[in-house]
């Protein structure tokens, strides 16, 4: 049973990494048909759960430009009384429906059941969780990344990041599927323990908010640069929002990261007090952990402190999620510690 | 909101004359001073510089998590490892400088924190200010048009301060020189509330932390099957106490390691013989008590008692040694714990023994729990669990150094008698046998501790020890509930919006205009919706239908 499983999980994985593969290059080509100026390929539609926020977001812009628009009311029925209410609008245009983007999208969409699928298959056949060591640890985050910024779209259109997110899990999978990937054995003795369930779960989470608020960041600053005419041949920025919304969100998603990663650190210390018998040692692993807590508490000062904000807190959101990246790649490889579960 | 001068939403300061330098008294560079370290530009710095400082740490081997390690980087950088040694590089995280940097990062943290605490103190009391006389640059504005005069300005403003004082707002309201009415509203005080526990418990968690460290200890205690523990400092192998440990916490008890039981995979081929189960057997004497209780001790599952809780760190095998002397006269009989040195618990152990005569003896070797041959001759362990427990000594006579614990033996000044450079080859022996020395010197002999067992049935024939880590750390508790606060606080801070909202009601010929705008206070991507909610059940409220 267990080998069935485990060779069905295998085929899912190889099965969302193609899908991924043709995700990104169209993702990829959306984008240079934009940077090409191709406006013909969109069709424009509102897109209603994010005229709504927009509205929050352009709010400085909009009580700047605004322009009333005021509809004189008729008569209403006996009883009520008639008002009329103005309204300053923006003149914001519809946001533009890319048709190559909505393919890529929906394949993304399709590459995360499959990849879903792969992550419970591997689940069910070693009967726990699956993000035990280096490998499942690859296949469970980048699932669960792909998994934040589906589900972000209910909020916000981000789908401009597809490239940047379908990528980064293509190489994430890919990398540890092919370099760190280990047979089903039992769990060791230290990780039998429910806070591997949920420290590592919430890492993840964490991880994923980052690696979006990374994505946005790098963005804002194409976005300035180009607003400083410095990025000749990204024209597909013009389509994407403006450097001050894209930090906006960037601070958005990064803040619930940020709330994620606190809740590792200090998970993380209760076990590590049960286990190894002292809540907080320096282990190797757990100075990197202070250390990006670290620099997204600084991110978000910098957020508050005059002169920092824009492309230096930005730096910072980037910075912050290298080393999250740092401490998942070179940390677990090469640095000794009692986290040596990378299970090779 | 007294806020440093720096924040973001602070009015850029005044170049007063504290820039000023030569006319400043000592006062006015003080005032200078501190103004500089409670900016929220210095604790960024502060909060960055400590990311980079803890980032060494990490790349060289610590005293306090890996001392072995430091050793081994010693032998490997001699020129080096002085180098880093000097900078306290191998004690970063209790550095002079780590230190200065988290303690400069404090003192702004307070400095910061106590007029703040200070100020939303009486912001609590506060009544919300007063309404800007424009609304119309603020956030969210809409104006609604009444027809002709139903409904006058005071009572429209007398039920949207009712509807804003139910949805959790202060309320105000105001008369404006114009013969307009006005409600102002703010809400969302748990926002700064929030902000300033999550720094004050980080306070909390620093000094809960610093608590522990003074008043803790931590041992360690390796105990073979059959063997007791008592909680006296005696009986500690390392005992490791904070800056003000007194001995007078350790509670009187004692254990004894019944059994060790461990489980091995026996299905999966991709992990045979990887250990499934580790449990500790004990029983416990609370005090003087004659009767013990049967408790376990598990790996993620320690035992507490008191005051202790008790970790259960490492395991391996304690074969049971007897070497007799020169005269023929038992010189040592006990179990002696190996440590392990792979996944199938190939073991090195060291056996001292100066009581021998005419001779002192000493010995090291390794234990093998199933031993194969090598094609070198020299065994190896294939599986951790006793199939073909083999010993294997090399035997020295000549006085051993005492001074350096029970798992070194420095080989300076001893003559090897038995083992590669010796004439007679390593001692090797099975469960039961005794092999005589070479030269008189005497005899060893590896008991069996099972010796009623089945023949070929080793399976208990050597026994197990556990190796266990004793902690006391009085603030645990502490640090876990700043750090809850923390949490708690960051949620309440990041997510609670801070808002002010202001409904105006002018009277204009004949009927009457309301407006109504909002005023974020820090991030808050609701304020317009919120807003416009209040100017819907506002409209409710009053009767109107509004035409957009
Ligand atoms: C141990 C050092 C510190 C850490 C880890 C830290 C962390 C944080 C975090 C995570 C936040 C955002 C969450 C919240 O608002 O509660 C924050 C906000 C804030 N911190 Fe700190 N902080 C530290 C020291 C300081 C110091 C020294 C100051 C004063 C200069 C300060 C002033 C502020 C202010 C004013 C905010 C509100 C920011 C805003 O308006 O958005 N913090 N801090």
Redesign the interface.
Known sequence: MTEQFVSASLVAIWSAMGVYTVAFILFTLDLAKRSAGDAESAGSTADSSST??S???E?AAA?ESSSGRS????L??A??????????VEDSPAPKVYRLERVAFALTGLAWLVHVAAVLLRGFAQGYVPWANMFEFSLTSSAIIVGVFLFMQFWQNLRFLGAYISGFALIVLGVGTVNFYV????????L??FWLVIHVFVAVLGTAFFALGAGLSITQLLQSRAAAGRAVGLRFLQTIPSADKLE?LA??VI?VG??FW??TL?AG??WA????????????KE??T??IW??F??YI?????????GSRSAW?AIIGFGAVMFNFTV?NLF????HAYSGL | MSRPSDHYDSAPAKRDGAIAGPSLGPIGYARFFWRQLTSMRTALFLLLLLAIAAVPGSLVPQRSSDPNGVVQYTRDNPTLAPIVDAVQGFDVYTSVWFSAIYLLLFVSLIGCVIPRTAHHFKALRAAPPKTPARLDRLEGYASVEVGAGESDAAAAIDSARDILRRSGYRVQLFEGQGGDFSVSAERGYLRETGNLVFHTALIGVLISVGIGGSFGYSGQKVIVEGDSFSNVLLSYESFLPGRFFDDSVLEPYRLTLDDFDVEYEQQNRNAYGQPIDFTAGVTTFQGGAEAGVEREIKVNAPLSIGGNEIYLLGNGYAPVITVRDGNGDVAFSQAVPFLPQDANLTSLGVLKVPDALPEQLSMRGFFYPSAVPLDTGAFTSNYPDLVNPVLSLQVYTGEPRLDDGVYALDLDGLTEIAGRTAATPSIELRPGETADLPGGAGSITFENAAPASAAGDLEQSVPRFASLDIHRDPSQGWVLLFAILVLAGLLTSLFIPRRRVWVKAIDSDGGLRLEYAGLARGEDPGLERAVRDIQQRHAQRLGLRVNE
Do not use: C, M
């Not at chain 1, 009883?79 to 300053?88: E, Q």
């Not at chain 1, 007090?273 to 190797?284: F, K, L, N, P, S």
């Not at chain 1, 640095?335 to 009692?338: I, M, R, T, Y």
């Open positions: 709504a926020e509205l929050a977001f709010r009580s509809i004189g009311g008729q209403g029925n009883g009520g009384i008639t008002a009329t209410l103005v309204r300053p047979d089903v054995v039992p769990l060791a003795v230290p039998q323990s906006t601070y958005r803040v940020f709330v606190t809740f200090i210390a209760v007090e049960r286990a190894w018998g002292r809540y907080w040692g320096w282990d190797t100075v990197w202070f250390i670290t620099i508490a600084g000062h910098a957020r508050a402190t005059r002169g920092w904000r910072l940390v640095f000794k510690g009692l």
